[in-house]
């Protein structure tokens, strides 16, 4: 299918890259999360590393049906495969959603409108939902941005990152030498040269799974972020332990303001329509609720994982590509 390069002030184009390999389990539903998106003006390039299960017969299912182009050749891992999908690339506004993750169906306009409200902002996050793999899903609310944070202890939700051609031009793409962390890294970089904000909207999804690289491989991946942070942050000792205590305590404070915020917005819904606060969206959509109130209060407790809030989508059809979840506390 023939791209569409015509960049309008109002509707720019967006470029998001999936990187691919063996994952045709999910990928159908990451290709629907980006079909089925409300804004117009997409290219979505898909690069394949050779996959030997029916990744290739369902983007051939696709190819066509919108502006999807895709290659399937064998690379050195997923950067570099990122790399060469953003090379290809030809979108004033650049993102990468991995294969077995999704967008809601909000995501790019409401990124768009963003960038164009704010002409000096050059990479964007939002919050985000975990589905884990007995099908719940988890409320994952990000601070707001602060680079120390980032370097020394916190992270970006990656699915939920946009950022403008001008940061790829300036800093190119993502460290391929790395395996797991190379967003983290491109994030901390970003930080020191561009300005960087947060979105106050759920913006995607990320699955939680067993043959995910953050589970299957967890030690390696704690080896390598330690690696990367020593690039930046370059405290050791008693300086260092303070400065990672302090940004944690920073970083717990914001996002318990914003549960709390939340959940005003949520209780209030019913007595008066919200069209334009935070998490509009996800707070209007039909079906939508939360655990019992006790359970969202174990949230605000500190060490307490199992009290994250969590939500329930009744009706599939409000997500388009995702499939009948019943899921119960």
Known sequence: MARRTNVSQNQPLV????????????IEETILSIKNQ???????????????????????????????HWISEPDEGMYQAINKGLRMAQGEIMGY???????????VTTVVSYF??????????????????D????????????????QQTGFLGQPTVFW???????????????????????????????????INEFLAVERDHPQAKRFAKRESLHEEITRV????????GMEGRIRRINDRVWAFLWQRYYMSKFLYL?????????????????????????????????????????????WVVLNASLLPGFKQWEIRD
């Open 135 to 150: 099908g719940k899903l988890v409320l994952r609310f990000y601070p707001r941005f602060n680079l120390s944070y980032v």
């Open 15 to 26: 470029s998001i890259v999936t990187p691919s390999y063996n994952q045709g389990q999910f």
């Open 164 to 198: 403008r051609r001008r940061v790829f031009e300036q800093l190119g793409g993502f460290d391929e030498n790395l395996k797991f962390v190379g967003d983290c890294d491109y994030w901390m970089k970003a930080g020191g040269a561009f300005i960087i904000k947060k």
């Open 229 to 236: 942070r020593a690039r930046y942050c370059g405290l050791a």
């Open 266 to 310: 949520y209780y209030r819904r019913r007595s008066k329509t919200i069209t334009h606060a935070s998490w509009a969206r996800t707070l209007n959509l039909e079906g939508f609720r939360l655990a019992p109130l006790y359970r969202l209060l174990l949230g605000f407790l500190p060490l307490i994982n199992r009290g994250r809030p969590r």
């Open 97 to 107: 959603l991995n294969s077995d993750d999704l967008y809601l169906p909000w995501t």
């Open 38 to 68: 409300d804004y117009p003006n997409i290219e979505h390039i898909i690069v394949d590393g050779g996959s030997t299960d029916n990744t290739v017969e369902i983007l051939k299912q696709y190819e066509g049906t919108y502006n999807m």
């Open 116 to 133: 164009r409200r704010d002409l000096e902002v050059d990479l964007v996050y939002g919050d985000m939902l975990g589905l884990n793999a």
